[in-house]
T-cell receptor, first 114, second 110 residues
Framework: DTAVSQTPKYLVTQMGNDKSIKCEQN?????MYWYKQDSKKFLKIMFS???????INETVPNRFSPKSPDKAHLNLHINSLELGDSAVYFC?????????????FGSGTRLTVV | AQRVTQPEKLLSVFKGAPVELKCNYSYSGSPELFWYVQYSRQRLQLLLRHISRESIKGFTADLNKGETSFHLKKPFAQEEDSAMYYC????????????FGAGTRLFVKA
């Protein structure tokens, strides 16, 4: 009974392609996030939605576009993929904006751009 | 500005030895501090949070506001503790962006 599930787990694609990663949480949390983990394991926030409203939008190329159809789903669409986009992308969710209870993470999507 | 610093990229200890993973933070307001663990090729999991003052898998962490530190400690390391550990700060007031440190890889040798 996975709390935060991401699909796909692995994604190998060519430069220039467009791809999407999906995330769903069944915890009833109000806030969802996308994080990028690079090859050095550094975690960087990309986006956050609270009740379907975008509340964090870090300096991320316009090729990345999040979409939250409802508060249980947060998808990430990436246009014109580049080699530097290769990373592990983690979805996460939280209640109370993560202030007291922290985040629940998905298992990650390993994106490889060739 | 919010900042979380984990000064060690890699920490290697022998099984049974004490371990301390350092975390220092910079934040002008009132923070909540967390430790997350990521085992090899797995998701990040919340290990412990300051507010609950709990001990999980033998790990504890004490918030030292004077030194602005939240070091993670375990008296006797086990091989299964080998993982990536992230310290994180969440503002209780004046913002809602959780900041993660760069992470420390703990390697426990047999």
């Amino acid at each position: 009974d996975t709390a935060v599930s991401q699909t796909p787990k692995y994604l190998v694609t060519q430069m220039g392609n467009d791809k999407s990663i999906k995330c769903e949480q069944n915890l009833g949390h109000d806030t969802m996030y996308w994080y990028k983990q690079d090859s050095k394991k550094f975690l960087k926030i990309m986006f956050s939605y609270n009740n379907k409203e975008l509340i964090i939008n870090e300096t991320v190329p316009n090729r990345f576009s999040p979409k939250s159809p409802d508060k249980a789903h947060l998808n990430l669409h990436i246009n014109s993929l580049e080699l530097g986009d290769s990373a592990v992308y983690f979805c996460a969710s939280s209640q109370d904006l993560g202030r007291h209870y922290g985040y629940t993470f998905g298992s990650g999507t390993r994106l490889t751009v060739v | 500005a919010q900042r979380v610093t984990q000064p060690e990229k890699l920490l290697s200890v022998f099984k049974g030895a004490p371990v301390e993973l350092k975390c220092n933070y910079s934040y002008s307001g009132s923070p909540e501090l967390f430790w997350y663990v990521q085992y090899s090729r797995q998701r990040l999991q919340l290990l412990l949070r300051h507010i609950s003052r709990e001990s999980i898998k033998g790990f504890t962490a004490d918030l030292n506001k004077g030194e602005t530190s939240f070091h993670l400690k375990k008296p006797f390391a086990q091989e299964e503790d080998s993982a990536m550990y992230y310290c994180a700060l969440s503002p209780l007031t004046g913002g809602f962006k959780t900041i993660f440190g760069a992470g420390t890889r703990l390697f426990v040798k047999a």
